[in-house]
């Protein structure tokens, strides 16, 4: 049995770790609020802008832009994002996994499946189990997310679609719904697919474009894939606060049942210990009569 000193020395080590839990549910919930309105704000944009382009792409032809370009099943490349740090749940184990199933279970047929992650976490998650896909990481830029910081993403993926080193561009990331509720996502980037219910139908009006198709399609196409882009990051962000206040909830609740019990147990001892004293002191006094 422990005794009243380590007992102790653990109720304080415990309440230490409480605080620190406590700090850091009150910073996450800080940055939650500002992260979840950014991320709210970019939704109508970014859907929009999706729903524009995939009508576009069902009324153009398959050479129209290279970013429309229907290809076969060579090569693709998942763009996976996480977070830099821990302590926030399953946010990160999540969608690692489901990269990692992705990968293995190839539903799509590629011939091979690059990776490119963002977040510190992701690629320490993946690097053992599918590190040989991994080409490049993306480190400290998840937190303090820019639109600029989405654009050069949005622009490496783009010339590398653009040289044909991909057949397809694949995005994971956490959609946020709650901060106790994170949706995986798969969604695909590159290329723009159109939407099934608004396909081409015989007598239906074409667009009209000024100045000319080929300039509207160079400036709206790679804008999408940025907006996509930007809107996974905020999405991403948000996710990861919502999972560390209510993973430094829950820790805080446990340490408070574990200082109860600890409490209970130290009190326990030193009833017993006062016992025994007394006991000792009761038989010696009944030795010297």
């Known amino acids: 049995m422990p005794s009243l ?50 009508n576009l792409a069902a009324r153009e032809e398959g050479d129209g832009h290279v970013l429309l ?14 977070a830099d740090r821990g302590l926030c749940g399953g946010f990160n184990a999540n969608v690692s996994k489901e990269a ?36 490049k990481v993306h480190e400290n830029i998840t937190t303090d997310a820019t639109y600029k910081t989405a654009q050069l993403i949005g622009v490496e993926i783009i010339d590398a679609y653009s040289e044909e080193k991909y057949d397809a561009v694949y995005v994971i990331y956490n959609a946020f719904q709650s901060a106790i509720v994170q949706i995986v ?12 219910t608004e396909a081409v139908q015989e007598g239906t009006v074409d667009y009209l474009y000024e100045p000319d198709r080929g300039e509207v399609l160079s400036q709206l196409l790679p804008k999408m894939v940025e907006v996509q882009i930007f809107r996974a990051l905020l999405e991403s962000n948000a996710s990861e606060q919502g999972a560390r206040m209510s993973s430094m909830d829950s820790a805080s609740r446990n340490a408070s049942e574990m200082i ?29 009569k």
Do not use: W
């Open 185 to 196: 996502t798969v969604e695909q980037v590159l290329p723009i697919q159109p939407k099934e």
């Open 5 to 54: 000193k380590d007992i102790k020395k653990r109720i304080g080590s415990v309440k230490n770790t409480q605080q620190i839990t406590k700090a850091m549910k009150m910073v996450a919930a800080a940055k939650l609020r500002r992260a979840q309105e950014a991320a709210v704000a970019a939704r109508p944009y970014a859907e929009k802008l999706q729903s524009v382009m995939s």
């Open 260 to 288: 109860g019990k600890l409490t209970l147990q130290y009190n326990r001892a030193r009833q017993a210990a006062i016992t025994k004293e007394l006991m000792e002191i009761i038989s010696g006094a009944e030795s010297i």
């Open 100 to 135: 990692e199933r992705f990968i293995r279970s190839n539903e799509q047929g590629y011939d091979d499946i690059d990776l490119m992650i963002i977040g510190r976490k992701g690629r320490d998650f993946l690097r053992s189990r599918v590190g040989d896909h991994i080409t």
């Open 69 to 82: 370009n229907q290809r076969g099943t060579g090569r693709a490349l998942i763009v996976l994002m996480t």
